[in-house]
C-alpha cells in the first residue's frame, strides 16, 4: 500500500542514495553547502538564522526541519527564529508587490523593451491610491518586520538581501543591498549571505529529490 504522507522526517535518510547515485555532483555539493554555512564574516548563528528565512521562502520542510535544528543548537531563540521568518514573510509579498510594477506597466501597454528598470519604482504610488488600506497595511507589516528587534536591522537587512535572491526580485534586491550598505554591511557579507541563499536554493531541490526517489520506487 502506498503511504499517503509525502513529506516525513524519516525520508531524509534516504539522502545518502544520491552520493551512491551520482557521487562526484553529490560530494560538490556538500562541499559548496558546508562552506557556504560555515562560520566566516558572517557568524555561524545568523547563517541558521538566515537559512531558515530562505527555507521558508523555498517552501522546503526537510530544510526547515533541519536548519532550524541547528539553529536551536547554536542557541538561536524562538523569538529570533520569527524575527527571521517575518523578514522572509515581507520579503516574500513585497517581492509580489513590486512585481505589481510591471503588471501596471502591462496593464497600461508601455510598449517598453525594458522590463525592469529603477524609474518603475516612481510607480509605487499608484498602489496607495488604487488600494490604500491594503497597501498601508502592508507598508506598517514591512516597517514593522525589518525594524530592529532581537535581531538587529544589520542582521536583518542580510536576511533580505538573501531572500531577494530566491525571489527573483530586482527592485528587492536593488533596495535591500543598497540599506544594508548603509548599515555599514560589507560586499564580504553581502556575498557570503547570497551565498547562504544559493546554497538553500539548491539545497531545497536535492532534499527534495527523496520524493523523486520515493515516488520512482512506487511504480
Known amino acids: 500500500m502506498i503511504d499517503e504522507s509525502l513529506y516525513k522526517k524519516s525520508n531524509i535518510r534516504r539522502l545518502p542514495e544520491l552520493g551512491k547515485l551520482a557521487p562526484e555532483t553529490f560530494k560538490a555539493f556538500v562541499k559548496f553547502d558546508q562552506l557556504a554555512l560555515a562560520p566566516g564574516v558572517i557568524p555561524q548563528k545568523t547563517k541558521e538564522l538566515i537559512a531558515v528565512a530562505v527555507a521558508h521562502v523555498t517552501g522546503c520542510p526537510y530544510c526547515i526541519d533541519g536548519h532550524v535544528s541547528m539553529a536551536k543548537k547554536l542557541e538561536a531563540s524562538k523569538e529570533e527564529m520569527l524575527e527571521a521568518i517575518m523578514v522572509a514573510t515581507a520579503l516574500k509579498a513585497g517581492s509580489a508587490l513590486a ?54 536591522r544589520k542582521e536583518k537587512e542580510l536576511i533580505a538581501v538573501a531572500v531577494a535572491h530566491v525571489t527573483g526580485c530586482a527592485y528587492c534586491i536593488e533596495t535591500h543591498t543598497k540599506k544594508a550598505k548603509q548599515l555599514d554591511v560589507t560586499k564580504e557579507e553581502l556575498v557570503e549571505a547570497i551565498f547562504v541563499a544559493t546554497a538553500l536554493k539548491a539545497g531545497s531541490a536535492l532534499a527534495h529529490s527523496v520524493n523523486a526517489l520515493i515516488a520512482y520506487d512506487d511504480n
Not at 103 to 110: M, Q
Not at 129 to 146: H, I, M, N, R
Request: charged share 30%; net charge negative.
Open 99 to 152: 512585481h505589481g510594477l510591471n503588471a501596471l506597466n502591462a496593464y497600461d501597454e508601455d510598449g517598453e523593451e525594458a522590463l525592469y528598470k529603477r524609474s518603475n519604482m516612481n510607480r509605487f504610488g499608484e498602489f496607495k491610491e488604487l488600494g490604500p488600506e491594503s497597501f498601508q497595511a502592508f507598508v506598517k507589516f514591512d516597517t514593522q518586520a525589518l525594524k530592529a528587534g532581537l535581531l538587529s
